[in-house]
């Protein structure tokens, strides 16, 4: 099992910027990819983020690239999301998820086997 805690969360101004950070613990030597969803109110959940755990492989959904960096530091089992240029619409709670055994990212959330509770982040105008 892998346990992930996020935190990083909170309100900021449009513009401002966050990062995010989710921790692993547990069997962390399985993990092969980690990804970032967000589930804005009355929207369903959507792939922000990912990254493969060993090759750091990235992906990014187009509303978010050139604004978001998502980035692993394995030695401390931590993923980061570091969020620039925030928007109004990027308010939502964000998770983290983790997909054990795979050299590769993935973007659907049946894919993932391991979720963290969320954190919420809220952009004012």
């Known amino acids: 099992q892998v346990q992930l805690v996020e935190s990083g969360g909170g309100s900021v101004q449009a513009g401002d910027s966050l990062r995010l950070s989710c921790a692993a613990s547990?069997?962390?030597?399985?993990?092969?990819?980690m990804g970032w969803f967000r589930r804005a109110p009355a929207k369903e959940r959507e792939s922000v983020a990912a990254?493969?755990?060993?090759?750091?492989?990235?992906y990014y959904a187009d509303s978010v690239k050139g604004r978001f960096t998502i980035s692993r530091d394995t030695a401390k089992n931590t993923v980061y999301l570091q969020m620039n240029s925030l928007r109004p619409e990027d308010t939502a709670t964000y998770y983290c998820?983790?997909?054990?055994?795979?050299?590769?990212?993935?973007?659907?959330?049946?894919?993932?086997?391991?979720w963290g509770q969320g954190t919420q982040v809220t952009v004012s105008s």
């Open positions: 998820a983790a997909v054990r055994n795979t050299a590769t990212y993935y973007r659907l959330e049946y894919q993932y086997q391991y």
């Open positions: 547990g069997r962390t030597s399985s993990i092969g990819s």
């Open positions: 990254i493969t755990w060993n090759g750091g492989r990235e």
